[in-house]
């Protein structure tokens, strides 16, 4: 399974970028999907994820600006930032709750990482 993530760059305060992620390889069904993210010197955080039924849960710091969606068919999850802030800036990692087969346990994969710059 292999997870290709995109759309990152560099923005400037209070200007949107949408990412995209999306899962291929041998996928009997995807559970969970998300983004977690990583700024310099500190510890990677969940910014939100969404379950396959649409349930949704966000990090607090991203709540009102932020909105992940996920289209099942093509095993892809996406993450729109509005009003982003310099604080947001950090490597954006998606991740996918992968069952491989019927009965399978569900394995955890990560994508390779998005730059997300926030700067004037």
């Known amino acids: 399974v292999q997870l290709q993530a995109s759309g990152g760059g560099l923005v400037q305060p209070g200007e949107s970028l949408r990412l995209s992620c999306a899962a291929s390889g041998s996928i009997f069904s995807i559970n969970a999907m998300g983004w977690y993210r990583q700024a310099p010197g500190k510890q990677r955080e969940l910014v939100a994820i969404?379950?396959?039924?649409?349930?949704?849960n966000y990090a607090d710091s991203v709540k009102g600006r932020f909105t992940i969606s996920r289209d099942n068919a093509k095993n892809t999850v996406y993450l729109q930032m509005n009003s982003l802030k310099r604080e947001d800036t950090a490597v954006y990692y998606c991740i996918a709750d992968v069952q491989y087969s019927s009965g399978s346990s569900y394995l955890r994969y990560w994508g390779q990482g998005t730059q997300v710059t926030v700067s004037s």
């Open positions: 969404i379950t396959s039924g649409g349930i949704t």
